[in-house]
């Protein structure tokens, strides 16, 4: 599997499981029925932004789009996003993407990435991030209406991709 820059017509193997994530309305706070042109617009068409996805022999399996999670004076800070194929679940490929982003993240020169909204029932994304280093600094309670679990939490996260230094 190569995770790689997105090209053009790979929006055409990302549509149907980034449609079928948001349906489930389980992960993201769009609305259920976001169609085509907003999903791509929002998730390809960021400022500042760069979208990758996970290529397992021409077959995208996974994507992640990165850009800077506030403008000007905020810019230092990295947000990213990360959707992977349910098909593709239990692969490695959300861990893999992961990876990347954060080290696309360090050396375009972003001092700490933060996640504002990860639904605390995510539990296979809560348990990715942490084990990459990051920490939950806040959960905003029953801010997210999950449709399975009635109002969740969302979780604001946080991770520096500063290198420690030497003491």
Not at 90 to 116: C, D, I, S, W, Y
Not at 136 to 150: D, E, I, K, Y
Request: proline share 5%; net charge negative.
């Amino acid at each position: 599997m190569e995770i790689r820059e997105a090209r053009d017509g790979d929006w055409e193997q990302i549509w149907p499981f980034l449609r079928d994530v948001v349906a489930a309305g389980e992960t993201y706070c769009w609305t259920r029925d976001t169609t085509e042109e907003a999903a791509k617009a929002w998730w390809m068409g960021k400022t500042g932004g760069r979208v990758f996805v996970a290529d397992d022999g021409g077959r995208v399996l996974g994507t992640a789009e990165l850009h800077p999670n506030q403008p000007a004076a905020g810019g230092h800070v990295a947000n990213a996003g990360f959707m992977v194929a349910p098909l593709a679940a239990g692969r490695g490929v959300g861990r893999a993407l992961a990876g990347h982003v954060l080290e696309q993240a360090a050396n375009e020169g972003f001092r700490a990435m933060q996640f504002n909204a990860v639904v605390e029932t995510n539990h296979n994304a809560v348990s990715l991030w942490k084990s990459l280093g990051f920490t939950v600094l806040a959960t905003v309670p029953a801010s997210f209406r999950h449709p399975v679990h009635g109002f969740v939490g969302l979780h604001v996260m946080y991770r520096s991709l500063e290198a420690p230094r030497p003491e």
